[in-house]
């Protein structure tokens, strides 16, 4: 693993724990109405699809069962449409996807 890439999944791993940490004592029926959380989720997100965006496109090709091109669209929503910001969509994420995402993190820098 280049050493570029291996920096990209540890900035994405350490995202993903972040995120787990900032919606676990949130219940689901007031993640909405917790500006604090869903921001810093939205940031964490934001940070994810950054790093996706640099990773090389020969890992993204070796990982493909990873959603790189849907990681790097939600940053861009988050960045750019945040007045269309469907909360329901980032929680899910936040609670569903972000953990699946950090296993495969931690399996690949531990190949590495």
């Known amino acids: 693993m280049l050493l570029s ?7 994405i791993s350490d995202a993903c ?12 029926a007031d993640f909405h109405k917790d500006h ?3 921001s ?3 940031y964490q997100l934001i940070i ?3 790093a996706t965006k640099s990773l090389s496109r ?3 090709e070796d990982h493909r069962g990873i959603d790189w091109r849907g ?6 929503v988050l960045a750019h449409d945040f007045q269309d910001l ?9 609670t569903h996807h972000v953990p699946a995402l950090a296993s495969a993190m931690t399996l690949m820098l531990n190949r590495a």
């Not at 990681?71 to 861009?76: K, P, Q, V």
């Open 48 to 50: 994810i699809g950054e």
């Open 86 to 94: 469907n909360v329901a969509t980032i929680r899910q994420t936040a």
């Open 5 to 11: 890439d291996r920096n990209a999944v540890g900035h």
């Open 40 to 42: 810093a989720v939205a």
């Open 36 to 38: 604090w959380c869903l």
């Open 71 to 76: 990681m790097a669209g939600m940053r861009d």
């Open 17 to 28: 724990r972040r995120i787990t940490s900032f919606v676990g004592p949130v219940p689901a």
């Open 58 to 60: 020969a890992f993204r």
